[in-house]
């Protein structure tokens, strides 16, 4: 099925037509997402809101375009947005995996190698003396977001800050911490 048909066939909602895209466009379409997300689960989520956002959509596109540059943009726009979301939602680490993780013990055994094991011991120690040496309000917001995964505008509140001055503090202690890591290491 060429594109002029898919797109007729798509706006008279034909249900093989979402099939006909699919099957048509979906290894190009995970390309495009893949290569933005550099993760191949994530990209195959993009992949599917992609399309199924051009099968709902289908009656905005205009057709002085190419259709293949209108769904490219789409999974564009479907990939950053998924990047977006990761940006807000951090991954959580745990306070009682935090102290495993500096915790001497956790820290043998982990490599084989000693010189693995040595770079491994002073970037935690480097983690650790770097997070007690920030002022106690970054410490704090610090905690707060990126263990505890609690939202920028919660955390605002409660040390009295804008957000953006909650930012610029936060992007600090996260510079701070990670130059002393890749010194460490």
Known sequence: MNDVDLLQALRRRDPN??????????????????R???????????????????????????????LWSWIYRVAENCARMKLRTFKRRPI?????????????AAMENTSDRPDDQLRERRCVEAYAAGLMEVEETNRSLYMAMDLDGRSKEEVAAELSLTIPALKARLHRV??????RMLAAA
């Open 17 to 34: 037509a979402a099939r006909a895209l699919y099957d048509a466009y979906r290894d190009r379409v995970f390309a495009v997402t893949v």
């Open 36 to 66: 933005i997300l550099r993760d191949e689960w994530d990209a195959e989520e993009a992949t599917h809101d992609a399309l199924f956002t051009v099968v709902n959509k289908i009656d905005l596109f205009h057709e002085q375009c190419a």
């Open 92 to 104: 959580l680490v745990e306070s009682d995996t935090l102290s495993a993780m500096m915790a001497p």
């Open 174 to 179: 996260r510079e701070g911490l990670k130059a």
